[in-house]
């Protein structure tokens, strides 16, 4: 397999992937945390036929960099989930793993050296894809009913310095009101537009259900990392709106015949 990054340190290749089903390539960049105990065995798992995972790319703490699935390939990474409309998200991705144990043991500091190779990896992806800035994504946007990374630690600020994604300073915390689960009426239904318009899979109905809890502790991972609580208070609120503000185009200024499974 010849690497598609420039910066490759090692080529592990999978056997789980499938040809991709969009015609185009991937127009999206997922971000992922390994969440096992070791980056080595977490290449093994990548690779192992019976896992039924795998990734294009994983990094290493030290800032290695291994590539696994060719970009034109279908690699394993994002199960299920959407994002402005889009499902099949394997089809339209490439899939980044970054080595880091993860939540449920103790979830350390991404290194900087680890950090610094993903810019550089993710700035080699988006200079050769069409991919948009609002799409570099993380693993929980995409799937905030299962997963939870990269999470709050990752660096996003440092990405977006290096030209990378899409971001705004958070809006600092303070009082006043906000809503929680249970809550309803116009006002949850226009914070759900909102995030529906970012990109998650809510509804609009007004009703501060499990679904929009989840989706706004997913934005506050990403876009509000100082308090993760699924809250949504003034600086979730005001966060979320300048960054549609910021918005280089409207949110629904897409083909739409890239919407939905092809």
């Not at 089809?91 to 190779?117: K, L, M, T």
């Not at 991919?131 to 570099?136: A, G, K, L, M, P």
């Not at 995409?142 to 899409?166: N, T, V, Y």
């Not at 006002?187 to 007004?206: K, W």
């Amino acid at each position: 397999m010849k690497p598609d990054a420039a910066r490759i340190d090692e080529v592990r290749p999978s056997p789980n992937h499938t040809e991709r089903r969009v015609a185009d390539g991937p127009d999206m960049l997922i971000l992922h945390y390994t969440g096992m105990g070791s980056g080595e065995g977490a290449v093994r798992w990548l690779c192992d036929p019976q896992s039924g995972v795998s990734c294009h790319y994983l990094v290493h703490e030290d800032g290695r960099v291994v590539q696994m699935v060719p970009e034109a390939l279908r690699a394993w990474h994002a199960g299920v989930g959407n994002w402005r409309g889009r499902d099949d998200i394997n089809s339209r991705s490439i899939g980044i793993e970054i080595v880091n144990v993860g939540h449920d043991n103790g979830y350390p500091d991404f290194p900087a050296a680890q950090i610094e190779a993903v810019v550089e990896l993710c700035r080699d992806c988006v200079g050769r894809w069409p991919i948009r800035s609002e799409f570099v994504l993380a693993h929980s946007d995409i799937a905030p009913a299962r997963k939870s990374d990269p999470g709050e630690k990752f660096r996003w600020d440092q990405l977006f310095l290096a030209g990378i994604g899409h971001f705004v300073p958070p809006t600092p915390l303070r009082g006043g009101r906000f809503f929680g689960r249970g809550d309803h009426g116009e006002p949850v239904a226009a914070y759900q537009s909102l995030l529906a318009a970012y990109g998650y899979e809510v509804s609009t109905d007004g009703v501060f259900e499990q679904t929009t809890r989840l989706a706004t502790i997913a934005f506050q991972r990403h876009f509000r990392p100082e308090r993760v609580d699924g809250i949504a208070d003034f600086s979730t609120i005001d966060t979320l709106h300048r960054l549609l503000t910021a918005l280089p185009r409207s949110p629904f200024d897409h083909d739409e015949s890239s919407a939905g499974t092809v």
